[in-house]
């Protein structure tokens, strides 16, 4: 269980797949936020959302289903939310306006648009040019999506020599700034088929890659995911070691020690929203720092922790139990605090119909 003594609430819900329990409080501070989260399970394929009930008091949850769900990212300015999934990329479209209600909830998400990438292990995904640039983990590449192909190869590491689809680097993470590409994360510099996967390379082969330049601006760390640009700062995950934290240049600085996988980063002004997994048995998850660093954390969990940027303190967390063990993105929906998310075998789904502005034939 997390560290600092958090006070959890009674459940607050259980499903058929799962129990989500919440530290004391937590309503009150997405309340005073004014924001909802949003976060992928990754290996149960499930997309939730977390806000507050039609009544403001309580929490509540939406489970969806979306097959190996990983990279979020939303653009608040068209509403559009973005989410990789196991061979596609699906936009869901927000389709309430400015000030509506529809049975309590300020927003409603609406599969809408999908694009198929076939099986490429799409990671994070941001908005580029008003269309979706993903990590295409598989090729190696940043791509984007296409209307004729699977998908559009923008960019690689320049120690990949080619276009293959054999996960050399396992390159996961991406960092935008300014509504461009900034840096990405990669488990390594490896240019053979699944060379990241050796002990050295995910114990500290690890790097972070400036886009522009192709230049590493950080290396020597322990699989490191989430890269985020925010306040001027490069922040990230350093997954292998549980840690939280920031780039000094080009010395990976740490905030916070968390008891699990760390993948999953977005920000609420002081505060980081991280979301943790509980490593996997798997030798690609096997002789990291991680494995002895747990017991004197508690013990691994599975959900999300909100930390204090500046003193390291968790001050609020989510931890899911059952069958959901391994997160991947976690995204907030700003000025949305009862959200709605529609999922295909819903009712709402059949019902909910919204009409563009009139044309001529």
Not at 74 to 82: F, I, V
Not at 214 to 226: D, F
Not at 338 to 343: E, F, Q, R, T
């Amino acid at each position: 269980m997390p560290n600092n003594n958090t006070e959890y609430n009674s459940i607050v819900i259980q499903s058929k797949h799962f129990v989500l329990k919440a530290s004391f409080g937590i309503e009150n501070w997405l309340r005073s936020h004014d924001v909802s989260l949003a976060f992928s399970t990754y290996q149960s394929g499930k997309l939730l959302f977390v806000g507050l009930d039609s009544k403001q008091q309580s929490l509540s949850v939406y489970e969806r289903n979306f097959a190996r769900c990983m990279g979020l990212c939303l653009n608040e300015e068209k509403n559009r939310l973005l989410t990789t999934t196991l061979y596609q990329i699906w936009q869901l479209n927000n389709v309430t306006s400015p000030g509506e209600n529809y049975k309590g909830h300020d927003k409603v998400y609406v599969p809408q648009l999908a694009f198929t990438t076939g099986k490429v292990s799409g990671h994070d995904i941001a908005w580029y040019n008003n269309r979706p640039l993903f990590v295409n983990t598989l090729f190696n590449c940043l791509a984007t999506t296409s209307n004729t192909h699977s998908f559009i190869p923008l960019w690689k590491p320049e120690f990949i020599s080619e276009l293959v689809p054999e996960d050399r680097c396992h390159l996961n993470g991406l960092a935008m700034r300014d509504g461009k590409p900034y840096v990405v994360t990669s488990i390594s510099r490896s240019n053979s088929r699944g060379g990241w996967r050796k002990k050295e390379n995910r114990q500290n082969g690890g790097v972070v890659i400036d886009v522009a330049s192709n230049e590493i601006v950080a290396q020597g760390l322990s699989m490191p995911h989430s890269p985020r640009f925010y306040k001027g700062k490069i922040w990230l995950l350093n997954s292998g070691k549980g840690e939280f934290g920031y780039l000094n240049k080009s010395e990976f600085i740490q905030v916070a020690k968390c008891p699990g996988y760390l993948r999953g980063l977005t920000f609420v002004d002081n505060y980081a929203i991280v979301g943790l997994s509980r490593p996997r048995g798997s030798t690609a998850f096997q002789d990291l720092v991680l494995d002895d660093l747990l017991p004197s954390l508690g013990g691994e969990c599975c959900g999300l922790q909100v930390i204090d940027t500046q003193s390291g303190e968790i001050v609020h967390s989510l931890i899911i139990e059952g069958v959901v063990k391994e997160l991947y993105d976690v995204i907030t929906i700003p000025g949305s605090i009862c959200p709605l998310l529609v999922g295909f075998e819903s009712d709402e789904i059949e019902r909910m119909i919204t009409i563009g502005p009139a044309a001529t034939l």
